[in-house]
C-alpha cells in the first residue's frame, strides 16, 4: 500500500499501512518514488532483457503475506501505539 490521496478514502488505510510496515522483511512501506524507480528501470536500457515478470515493489511483503486476523494473536499489541494521525 502507498499512502495517497485516493488511498486515504479507504477505511481504516493507516492499519493496513501500519501492518504492512510491522511485518515486511525491510520494516517499511514504499514510496512513489520507489515505484517510480521501478518503472524507470523497467522503461530503461537496464530492463531490456526483462519480460512476463511481475515486480513487486512493496518492501519485501509479498514473500510473507498476511496473516488470518483471527490467527494474529498480536495484531492488538502490533496496532496499539497507532495514533489517529499515523497514516
Given at each position: ?39 524507470l ?44 494521525d499515523?497514516?
Open positions: 500500500p502507498i499512502k495517497t490521496l485516493a488511498a486515504s478514502g479507504i477505511g481504516d488505510f493507516r492499519y493496513i499501512l501500519k501492518w504492512n510496515e510491522l511485518n515486511a522483511p525491510l520494516k517499511r512501506n514504499v514510496t512513489i518514488d520507489q515505484v517510480g524507480g521501478a518503472g528501470y523497467l522503461l530503461s536500457d537496464l530492463g531490456a532483457g526483462v519480460t512476463g515478470e511481475t515486480h513487486h515493489v512493496d518492501s519485501g511483503y509479498n514473500v510473507v503475506g498476511m496473516v488470518a486476523v483471527d490467527e494474529a494473536a498480536n495484531v492488538a499489541e502490533l496496532l496499539s501505539g497507532l495514533k489517529p499515523d497514516a
